[in-house]
């Protein structure tokens, strides 16, 4: 047993398992820069890129409800640490990966242990602090970290390959991981559910069956259009989630409590944390490629341009506890929504401003007002629900983070560059393949135009009035989930909600269970 007190002993396994979800939110991101690099040296089509890229998060997304139902079963301990030594020997593999298949594989491996690894970090947060106010403070470090990961993925991969091959972006992972199967094996308590019922291997196929359909068909959209393949995949999610849903209403110990969402407070709380990734994820991966290639700013400058959204992310972790003081959660959700979304529309109005101070201030915004929402709604999430289902509690949480980047991506990616293709002039003297090329995108036309020429001015000017309206359209969803949040999720502790059956009262966020693990 360790010799460090109780509290201590607490903030220290956070420490170990906010190092697992930093380290999987910059996987998610970190591969971006070395696309070029590992096509080059792999010989990978473009139809194999596409599938090195998008692989981990659809398996990682689609597996995430059912690892989070059998962390319950089994332990969270053992199901987390089983996945850190699974994702430090699929970094290996994907490191020295000798073909493009070989990296495929690895990637299915790496979104395998990745899903084994988030739902029980969340899960574990929930019951090693017992204490409302702690736990909420233990949420925002967490959600933090998340931000900040997927912030700096890009960053930490534009380092690496400034100085190593390709393979180096995941052999990262492996000092990490080898550090936290340590640190996890003497610090983490194990918890699990004492009576867990039968796990329903036909639900969990459903569960993969849904979400992974449904992602790659956002995905395909985004890349190729939609076409047959992406209306069959949204056909067979859309029919597989009803099956689903209508399984686990008859089970008597489901996979996924689904009449948790008849409880208002939860709805709005995951609704809201979709909405806010959607609208953080879908800027930032097009405002990365606006500082590149409107402002002139190189990978690395850009990278750090973006940085103060991810420290005021982290701000949050010394302010919610006072925002939901003053304001209640509900109004603190709504407030951070509000901020989130100024945000957006100051980043709006400052593209078109010379001066960076005033990126600053919107990302600042942005990241402040995310941040907050992002930890109190899961707070709300993986508190509605009693200790003893806190793993698929919290698999919805991370399930709602990876629907919200890839909505985020391909929704606001597809208005990007249909306003960016609509404003777009394309100088009639160019040859039918460059015309082609500046009508595609301004990384494109920019490899046809002279960088000074007046048309590529004007391509600059088209991608950044698309920036500008996809920004205030997502300022403008950012306040309706502020509307949404102040009216479904109560402000006043202690509240409780009645499922629209009448039947037995939920208890509702911010509240404390009766029900203890073992």
Not at 105 to 122: D, F, Q
Not at 127 to 141: G, Q, V, Y
Not at 232 to 254: D, H, I, N, Y
Request: charged share 10%.
């Amino acid at each position: 047993m360790s010799l460090l007190p109780s509290a201590r002993r607490r903030w220290a396994a956070l420490v170990v398992l906010v190092a697992g979800v930093l380290l999987l939110a910059i996987d998610g991101t970190v591969l971006y820069l070395a696309v070029p690099a590992l096509t080059r040296d792999l010989g990978a089509t473009s139809e194999q890129v596409l599938w090195i890229g998008d692989v981990y998060s659809l398996v990682l997304a689609g597996l995430l409800v059912t690892m989070g139902s059998l962390a319950d079963r089994i332990g969270r301990k053992r199901l987390l640490l089983t996945g850190v030594v699974a994702f430090g020997l699929a970094s290996l593999v994907a490191a020295f990966s000798a073909s493009a298949a070989m990296l495929i594989a690895a990637r299915v491996l790496l979104g395998v242990a990745g899903a084994s690894i988030m739902p029980s970090t969340l899960a574990l947060i929930r019951n090693i602090f017992t204490d409302a106010a702690e736990r909420t403070k233990a949420i925002a470090i967490w959600s933090a970290a998340f931000g900040a990961g997927s912030a700096i993925g890009p960053l930490v991969g534009g380092l690496l390959l400034e100085y190593f091959w390709w393979g180096s972006v995941f052999l990262i992972n492996v000092p990490v991981m080898l550090a936290m199967l340590i640190g996890g094996v003497f610090l983490l308590p194990e918890s699990y559910n004492p009576h867990p019922g039968r796990f329903d291997l036909p639900s969990a196929a459903l569960s993969l069956l849904t979400m992974t359909p449904l992602i790659y068909a956002i995905k395909h959209t985004v890349g190729s259009g939609f076409d047959l393949v992406a209306a069959a995949c949204l056909v067979v999610g859309a029919m597989c989630g009803w099956l689903f849903v209508r399984r686990q209403r008859r089970l008597e110990t489901p996979l996924l409590d689904v009449e948790l969402f008849r409880i208002p407070a939860f709805t709005g709380a995951v609704l809201a944390n979709v909405i806010a990734i959607f609208s953080l994820t879908g800027l930032l991966f097009f405002f990365s490629q606006y500082l590149q290639l409107v402002r002139g700013y190189s990978p690395l400058v850009a990278g750090l341009a973006e940085l103060p959204s991810t420290i005021a992310s982290i701000v949050v972790v010394a302010v919610v506890g006072a925002a939901v003081t003053w304001l209640g959660r509900g109004r603190a959700v709504a407030v951070g929504m509000l901020l989130g979304g100024a945000g957006l529309a100051v980043l709006a109005s400052a593209e078109r401003q010379e001066a960076y101070v005033w990126l600053a201030i919107g990302l600042a915004l942005l990241g402040l007002g995310i941040g907050l929402a992002m930890t109190l709604t899961a707070d709300i999430v993986v508190s509605a629900a009693p200790a003893r289902k806190a793993g698929a509690v919290s698999a919805i949480t991370e399930t709602a983070y990876e629907l919200g980047v890839v909505l985020g991506i391909a929704l606001l990616g597809s208005l990007v560059t249909g306003l960016y293709r609509a404003l777009v002039t394309v100088p009639a003297w160019l040859s039918a393949a460059d015309r082609a090329a500046v009508q595609d995108s301004l990384a494109s036309a920019l490899t046809v135009l002279d960088p000074a020429s007046t048309a590529a001015q004007a391509a600059r000017e088209a991608f950044a009035q698309a920036m500008q309206t996809a920004s205030l359209v997502a300022a403008v969803l950012m306040l309706a989930a502020a509307v949404v949040a102040w009216r479904l999720i109560p402000s006043s502790p202690g509240r409780t909600a009645r499922p629209c059956d009448g039947s037995t009262p939920i208890r509702e966020a911010g509240t404390d269970h009766d029900e203890r693990d073992r």
